[in-house]
Nanobody
């Protein structure tokens, strides 16, 4: 079982930055592929970014955030991060952290956090 707790959300003006963190409880965190997702009001949850667990940490991003968001992880701290720059009002959503063992992917994660709200004002 893996417990995930997100933090770092808040209110920011368009063009600003935020860094989200996701702390994991599992001792085997370093073996999990980690992902970030978001869900805006009235919309389905969508993939944002993912990072693999190996020494070569491959990353993958949704086209909508490529070049603005960066996913990273610190296995010593059991934490994954999402650095969000050049934020836009359309980035407003609840952001969720997810974890699963296996290859990098955009869906099918077994473990989820409770989410953290990000609001970008225009």
């Amino acid at each position: 079982q893996v417990q995930l707790v997100e933090s770092g959300g808040g209110l920011v003006q368009a063009g600003g930055s935020l860094r989200l963190s996701c702390a994991a409880s599992s001792r085997t965190f370093s073996t999990f592929t980690m992902g970030w997702f978001r869900q805006a009001p009235g919309k389905e949850r969508e993939f944002v970014a993912a990072i693999t667990w190996g020494a070569v940490r491959s990353t993958y991003y949704a086209d909508s955030v490529k070049g603005r968001f960066t996913i990273s992880r610190d296995n010593a701290k059991n934490t994954v991060y999402l650095q969000m720059n050049s934020l836009k009002p359309e980035d407003t959503a609840v952001y969720y952290c997810a974890a699963d063992q296996g290859s990098i992917r955009t869906s099918g994660y077994a473990y989820w956090g409770q989410g953290t709200q990000v609001t970008v004002s225009s």
